[in-house]
């Protein structure tokens, strides 16, 4: 025989039939007659009841099922008599893997914080919770492909290593080789890197777009979908010092395709997400975010605003709201206006256009006035921004003019050039945080409780 998920358990339409199951122990109760066990394979929310008749089993037998220890079932598949479940196994044998001795295994029951749980992040899989929340990611990545597949994008795999720095914020963090305790030297006693492992300074990508223009400009459309990091020191809700980004890059798109496509794209996973995560999804919206689904729905069913910072910034001031920060024109957005204007003033999902070119990337189209820059940030109720991206300067003058002004080594950025020298097209793109969309849809508020493992300051662990 072989085993059987409960998620097929539980949709089964024959009865009566004798199964397999295989899981962790999520509750024993019962007396001495019956004894009921609350079974989970991680292959759904919902568990499966297991029914002991005491007549064929031993209390010793049983005294090893307790929560958290691992067991194999065989038993027959029969309509439930109880509530809340349609279909029960009635054991006719019982091996236990595991034990899980209920004096040291930390996740009895129920009613852990979720800060409790990030220290056990080892174990936390094993919740509710958690188990809720990776099948959500894995669905949303899945749909991510779907979606870009669906649309003749090829997926593009940019290097992890990098010697440039894309975002130019220098944010990075260094990758090397050379004997931290005893570095080489040059004459001029800087550090020698041509000794270090790839002869020149590197470190790990912050954005994958620079080699996403490049597929770009050759191939039309691609998107990457792959791990970024960014040594920023920001202890918040929404960073981490490791996340998932999805990066696509379009040739012969314009600033309205480019806002276009994002609408799309986030509209779409959240559609997938609400029609293939339902049981998920209603258990976090229950137990974290009451208004979860009606948000969601809210977003699918409305378009974003779109509108000029210029514009953003006028509202804001004319708001009469007292910002932690004060607003003027030219500074960079902090997340209290972006949500101000998304949650307070439009009740929407908000396109911010035409940022100041200063406080944007050297990449950025230069508009006409001198002063803006053809970006867009897609701003989401309680998330802030989600999704950052622009339409690309094609001008090769222009483009070296703004590396030169911001003193980017040259010798860095010939390559990059080279799209703009040779057959240069209008084109743009954008970068997704896959962790925000992922705490946009689950309702968790802390981006720590969407990745398995977080890396954040001062903390690495697993
Ligand atoms: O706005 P960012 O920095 O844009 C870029 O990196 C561009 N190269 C993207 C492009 O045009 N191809 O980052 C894009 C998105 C942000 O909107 C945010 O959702 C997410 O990445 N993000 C982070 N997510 C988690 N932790 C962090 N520290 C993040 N920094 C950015
Ligand atoms: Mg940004």
């Known amino acids: 025989m072989k085993r059987t998920k409960i998620v097929d358990l539980l949709r089964a339409e024959v009865l009566d039939i004798d199964v397999e199951v295989k899981g962790w122990v999520r509750t024993r109760r019962g007396n ?13 929310i919902r568990n499966l009841q297991i029914v002991f008749d005491m007549n064929k089993f031993t209390d010793e037998q049983l005294k090893a099922v307790t929560t958290g220890s691992s067991i194999h079932v065989i038993g027959k598949l029969v309509a439930s008599q109880g509530k809340g479940q349609t279909c029960e196994v009635q054991a006719d044998t019982l091996e236990v893997y595991g034990t899980a001795d209920p004096e040291v295994y930390p996740l009895q029951k129920k009613g852990h914080t979720l800060e409790f749980l990030r220290e056990i992040a080892h174990l936390r899989p094993r919740t509710n919770t958690f188990g ?22 090829f ?33 001029d006693g800087k550090v020698d890197y041509s000794q270090d492992f790839f002869g020149k300074p590197t470190s790990l990508t912050v954005s994958g777009q620079l080699e996403g223009e490049l597929g770009a400009t050759a191939i039309g459309e691609i998107y990457t979908f792959g791990p970024t990091f960014r040594a920023e020191n920001s202890n918040t809700q929404r960073h981490l ?6 990066e696509p890059e379009m040739a012969f798109y314009d600033i309205t395709d480019n806002m276009d496509l994002a609408e799309e794209f986030v509209k779409y996973c959240i559609r997938y997400v609400l029609d293939h995560c339902r049981d998920d999804i209603e258990f976090l919206a229950e137990h974290y975010d009451k208004g979860l689904i009606e948000r969601l ?15 953003g910034v006028k509202i804001l001031q004319e708001s009469g709201h007292k910002f932690e920060f004060p607003v003027s024109w030219g500074i960079d957005l902090q997340s209290e206006h972006e949500r101000f204007l998304v949650e307070q003033h439009f009740k929407k999902p908000v396109i911010l256009t035409d940022y100041p070119r200063d406080i944007k990337a050297f990449y950025m189209k230069q508009n006409e006035d001198g002063k803006t820059v053809r970006a867009m940030d897609v701003l989401f109720p309680q998330i802030g921004e989600i999704i950052g991206g622009s339409e690309r300067e094609a001008d090769y003058d222009k483009l070296l003019t703004r590396i030169k002004e911001l003193n980017i080594p040259m010798k860095d950025m010939v390559w990059y050039l080279d799209t703009r020298r040779f057959g240069t097209v209008p084109h743009s793109g954008f970068g997704l945080g896959f962790e925000r969309l992922l705490l946009f849809v689950t309702g968790m508020t802390n981006i720590r409780d969407v990745i398995p493992f977080p890396r954040t300051p001062k903390n690495c662990e697993f």
């Open 297 to 311: 729905e809210f977003v699918l069913h409305n378009d974003f605003v779109r509108l000029t910072y210029t514009e």
């Open 132 to 153: 809720a929340v990776l099948r959500v990611r894995s669905t949303l990545a899945f749909a991510i492909h779907t979606f870009f597949q669906g649309k003749g994008f």
């Open 32 to 44: 001495k007659y019956v004894q009921f066990v609350a079974l989970n394979d991680g292959s759904t």
């Open 155 to 187: 997926y593009l795999n940019t290097p992890l290593i990098t010697s440039s720095d894309c975002e130019g914020a220098g944010a990075m963090f260094q990758v090397t080789t050379l004997p931290l305790n005893d570095l080489p030297r040059t004459e």
């Open 241 to 246: 010092s490791e996340f998932w980004m999805i």
